[in-house]
């Protein structure tokens, strides 16, 4: 049986990292501007993750 790991990472909190991370992570969590980020940041973050094919939540 063939079984695969979903490696998450929560994303779009502001961090210079996010990009990097995004090479590495199958699905990612990305801020809903509560208590980070900001409008622009995460539509950037899900902009860079839908182009890399990585999953992304809230």
Do not use: F, P, Q
């Not at 063939?2 to 090479?23: K, P, T």
């Not at 509560?34 to 902009?47: I, K, N, P, Q």
């Amino acid at each position: 049986m063939e079984r695969h790991i979903d490696l998450n990472a929560d994303l779009g909190e502001g961090y210079d990292s996010d990009a990097l991370l995004l090479d590495l992570v199958s699905s990612a969590n990305i801020a809903c501007g509560w208590h980070a980020g900001d409008a622009s940041l995460m539509a950037e973050t899900v902009r860079l993750a839908l182009a890399k094919g990585v999953a992304i939540g809230a």
